[in-house]
């Protein structure tokens, strides 16, 4: 459960909407909350999700209809001697709502390289390309350490002469007997990490505020790997294991 504020109504009537929040819920294994009714989103809410989160959805003013996204695809390809940006190069799962941001970043990745002025036409798309999927990775990386955790994941494959490879897990996938979709080391990491790393957020303003900029791409995403960050996070990590509690410390 995400909630951004956007503003704050300082009117005093009875009718006055106070803080302003879009308010976003992300599922994963294809497990999507209703989007009929608010009332059986807040069902829904008290059946599956934390109390304090249903707390907060009861007590909400809902002030534009529900929207919803079942497109759990991501999908990306750099062509030679093409220049493509945006969903054309890199499509992401719209959990993190990166889609816009990721497209302009690119254009005005290709204006610095047309401004440079340095560049045979003929190499523009290979200078381009080198340079957007640099951004492109960061987009991809977050969404998909989040689809690996799907049971019946399926990665589709092409190689630079076209030959497609399909990998598919079943519902009683099993990480130790299946070879082809076995999750990467990194992305277990990230998920591990990032797990951490958002329950801390829950209760610093610093890290949630860190956590927005590198969502909406205004910061690097190594903003979350700095060294004070990693020991507070391990830390956590570590009272958790041994059964501390933070009220105990």
Known sequence: LFIIPM??????YENSLGTLSTIAINSNNSEYPPSDSYENLLDWAKDSLHSD???ILKSTKVCSPL????R???YRKWPKNFILLGDAMCTVNPQFGQGMTHACRQARELGNIFAEN?????DIAHVYNKRASAISEE????STASDWKTPELEVIKT???GATKRCQ???SFNETTNDQLRTPLLMKFMQWYMFWFLQCAGKSGQFSTEFQYVMNQCSSPFQLFNPITVLIVLYAALMNRLGISEKRL
């Open 7 to 12: 503003r704050t109504n300082k009117g005093t």
């Open 53 to 55: 989160f249903y707390t």
């Open 67 to 70: 929207i919803s996204c079942n």
């Open 72 to 74: 759990p695809i991501d």
């Open 118 to 122: 340095r560049y045979d036409i003929k």
């Open 139 to 142: 987009c991809w990386r977050a």
């Open 159 to 161: 190689d630079e002469n």
């Open 169 to 171: 897990r079943h519902n």
